[in-house]
Structure formats: structure tokens, C-alpha cells
């Protein structure tokens, strides 16, 4: 059965440092997302992304962060400069359409921490 | 804006027992609900959805009612096992680009 992939599944970063964060979605998906859980927190919705371009946005998206889909199988989220308040769970989640009744397949998560 | 919550957790079960984790939420329009369920190291997977008013999403013996009148989209099970230990997360899908929003999650713990 096809699934989400992400890489890596831990990743430990200093303060300020860029990380990288890598999701290969379902091939034949369109629409492609990020999440983040803090610890003992929601999941929150981060981005979501179409065409090549950021259809939706929430305010914890700020300009430290950014999306990209380098090839046609990667599916990138880029936090530039690390804070303490970025360490969680990154999930990334892909989808046929978007849109209230789609069902969006989910990655194992990123757990990022930030010392 | 669309909230979604969960009773409190953890929830701790024995085996055979009956199960509910209630869901409500506050939205504008329709929005469809989904459970997903989060086994330990693993992502979220869907269990189940329902896309209007008095659906009933039912998977793996796991069942949910689209309750519009109460805002409710509780979760039942009739007798659960310890392979059921897990998290379980409500959530809302409501704009046309995809976006969820979950509720807080529940931890689920069968004991045999």
C-alpha cells in the first residue's frame, strides 16, 4: 500500500541553525501539507501546497519558514533560522484533491528538537 | 474560527470493554469530521469519516455519528482489544484547500 515517507525520523539542532525537513508524498497525489505537534500540544496545521504554490497558511507559518517541491517526488519544509519553541513533531500529509471530504495520508513524523 | 475537543485522557481500558471518546466541535458551513489513530511510532492513519449530518463513519469495529444538532462526533467501540492502545485524534476538515484541525488527542491503554 502506498504511503508517506519522511526523512529523518530525529533530527537535533542548535539554536539559529537551518534544518531541512523531507517528505515524500503518495505518487499520485496533488496536494501536499505540514503539521507540527508540540509536545503535550494539538496537532496544528502549518501549510498546505498546490501547483507549486502555498494555497493556505497559518499564522504559526511565519517568514522563518518556507516549502518547496524541488523534483517530482520531494516535498520540503525549510525552517531557516531554529527556536527553542520549534522543537515537535513535524508530520507531513498528502492528498488526491483537497477540499472538507478528502481523506489526507499522513508521514511517521519528523521529531525535531532544538537546543 | 473552527475548534475542535476532545475529552480529557488518558483513557485506560480492559479488554472486552466498552469504549467512548467524545468529540465536539464548533465550525461554519459543513464540515466533514474524521478519527484518525496514531499506533505507537507510526503516523496518523484515517479509521474513519463522515462527510454530512447523520452519517455514520464506522471501521475495524470503531464507530462515529455526525451529530449536527449536538456538534458532536463521538467515538465508540463496542468491546476493545489491547492492539486498540493508541492515540486518537478528532478532527475537522472544512476549507476548500484541505486544512485539518484536531482536537488535542486522547490516549487509549487496553490492559489484557
Known amino acids: 500500500e502506498p504511503e508517506v515517507t519522511q526523512t529523518p525520523s530525529h533530527q537535533v539542532t542548535q539554536m539559529g541553525q537551518e534544518v531541512i525537513l523531507r517528505c515524500v508524498p503518495i505518487s499520485n497525489h496533488l496536494y501536499f501539507y505540514w503539521y507540527r505537534q508540540i509536545l503535550g500540544q494539538k496537532v496544528e496545521f502549518l501549510v498546505s501546497f498546490y501547483n507549486n504554490e502555498i494555497s493556505e497558511k497559518s499564522e504559526i507559518f511565519d517568514d522563518q519558514f518556507s516549502v518547496e517541491r524541488p523534483d517530482g517526488s520531494n516535498f520540503t519544509l525549510k525552517i531557516r533560522s531554529t527556536k527553542l519553541e520549534d522543537s515537535a513533531m513535524y508530520f507531513c500529509a498528502s492528498s488526491e484533491a483537497a477540499g472538507g471530504p478528502e481523506t489526507q495520508y499522513f508521514g511517521p513524523g519528523t521529531r525535531l528538537l532544538v537546543l | 474560527g473552527n475548534s475542535v475537543t476532545q475529552m480529557e485522557g488518558p483513557v485506560t481500558l480492559s479488554e472486552e470493554a466498552f469504549l467512548t471518546i467524545n468529540c465536539t466541535y464548533t465550525a461554519t458551513g459543513y464540515p466533514s469530521l474524521f478519527w484518525y489513530v496514531q499506533y505507537p511510532g507510526e503516523g496518523l492513519q484515517l479509521l474513519l469519516k463522515a462527510t454530512k449530518a447523520d452519517d455514520k463513519g464506522s471501521n475495524k469495529g470503531f464507530e462515529a455519528t455526525y451529530r449536527k444538532e449536538t456538534t458532536s462526533f463521538h467515538l465508540e467501540k463496542g468491546s476493545v482489544q489491547v492492539s486498540d492502545s493508541a492515540v486518537y485524534f478528532c478532527?475537522?476538515?472544512?476549507?476548500?484547500?484541505?486544512?485539518?484541525?484536531f482536537g488535542q488527542g486522547t490516549i487509549l491503554t487496553v490492559h489484557p
Open positions: 478532527a475537522l476538515g472544512g476549507t476548500s484547500y484541505g486544512k485539518l484541525t
